[in-house]
């Protein structure tokens, strides 16, 4: 018979080789969240959204084709799908919108070495054709002030960026940190040309930002991204409230858990403290649109 002592051991030793929880575990999972209908079938890695004209608008990011395409929100129809002429899709990663423009942000930089980064403008009155194509209004190249190109590792920087939102006068970046897992603003002009993007906070996000929209008139501001580990990705979203001015990390901050295993990557302001979202096709779970509804947390 074993001494007592042993099995004391055995269970010190076991409850040692437990490592803790990783520390995006601790937040709130949202309680209303309620899934919408599926996307088209065409709508396989949506990486941007937008709720304009009683519709979503959405992209397929990097190595499809450079198209914008509206579709219904409570059953699965695509609306329109208009070809962006004389423009590719390098890495399309986000949507934005003001009163006049929709903003396509061809700026994905997994890698950390392009220098071909662009946001281009389509004038929203040329949107309202049934299908067909639409050129654009202009464009907004830029630079990193402070990236330094090519000395950075694959996938392990903080030059990446899938989340933009649209001010009065300015353009805001929130990019996708690999290296520190956290977000930084970047502001640069929204009129055409050639832009130096000028680093402002940083915000520890806990994991990586992937889209982004305002509520101007309610003061929130909206960041979805995800983390990922062995059984896939734990999308979240943060809001932040309280703020002056556009100084976005500078009051309240709030980040829920979403009650899903996808790969959340847009988000779209609704009605009030309602927000739409939608999923990547991955690993045979299709691509949705969701609700969230900040009413009744």
Same mark, same amino acid.
């Given at each position: 018979m074993k001494s007592p002592y042993f099995y004391f051991f055995l269970l010190f030793c076991f409850s040692c080789s437990q490592a803790p929880p990783p520390s995006w575990t601790n937040y709130p999972v949202a309680s209303n969240f309620q899934e919408l209908s599926k996307l088209p079938k065409s709508i396989h890695e949506s990486s941007g959204l937008v709720y304009w004209k009683e519709g979503l608008w959405t992209l397929n990011d990097s190595g499809n084709a450079p198209h914008l395409l509206q579709v219904g929100i409570y059953k699965k129809e695509k609306r329109r799908e208009l070809k962006v002429k004389d423009v590719a899709n390098i890495d399309w990663e986000s949507l934005a919108q003001d009163s006049a423009y929709f903003y396509i942000g061809d700026f994905g930089n997994n890698k950390g070495i392009r220098k071909n980064l662009v946001i281009h403008l389509l004038d929203k009155k040329t949107l309202l054709v049934p299908n067909g194509k639409i050129p654009i209004a202009g /464009?907004?190249?830029?630079?990193?002030?402070?990236?330094?190109?090519?000395?950075?590792?694959?996938?392990?920087?903080?030059?990446?960026?899938?989340?933009?939102?649209?001010?009065?006068? =300015?353009?805001?970046?929130?990019?996708? !940190?690999?290296?520190?897992?956290?977000?930084?603003?970047?502001?640069?002009?929204?009129?055409?040309?050639?832009?130096?993007?000028?680093?402002?906070?940083?915000?520890? /996000?806990?994991?990586?930002?992937?889209?982004?929209?305002?509520?101007?008139?309610?003061?929130?501001?909206?960041?979805?991204?995800?983390?990922?580990? =062995?059984?896939?990705?734990?999308?979240?979203?943060?809001?932040? /409230?309280?703020? =002056?001015?556009?100084?976005?990390?500078?009051?309240?901050?709030?980040?829920? !858990?979403?009650?899903?295993?996808?790969?959340?990557?847009?988000?779209?302001?609704?009605?009030?403290?309602?927000?739409?979202?939608?999923?990547?096709?991955?690993?045979?779970?299709?691509?949705?649109?969701?609700?969230?509804?900040?009413?009744?947390?």
């Open positions: /464009s907004i190249a830029f630079k990193y002030q402070d990236q330094e190109i090519p000395a950075l590792p694959q996938r392990n920087h903080n030059f990446n960026c899938e989340a933009m939102i649209v001010g009065a006068d =300015s353009i805001f970046l929130f990019t996708k !940190n690999h290296a520190d897992q956290q977000t930084q603003i970047y502001r640069l002009p929204k009129t055409p040309g050639s832009h130096i993007a000028i680093p402002g906070k940083k915000f520890q /996000s806990d994991g990586l930002i992937t889209g982004a929209d305002w509520d101007a008139a309610q003061g929130i501001l909206a960041l979805v991204g995800y983390n990922a580990d =062995s059984r896939g990705h734990h999308p979240f979203v943060w809001f932040f /409230s309280d703020y =002056s001015g556009t100084d976005f990390f500078g009051g309240k901050a709030q980040r829920l !858990n979403l009650p899903v295993h996808l790969q959340v990557e847009g988000i779209a302001h609704f009605k009030e403290r309602q927000f739409f979202l939608t999923n990547e096709t991955e690993g045979g779970k299709k691509g949705r649109i969701f609700l969230l509804d900040l009413q009744k947390e």
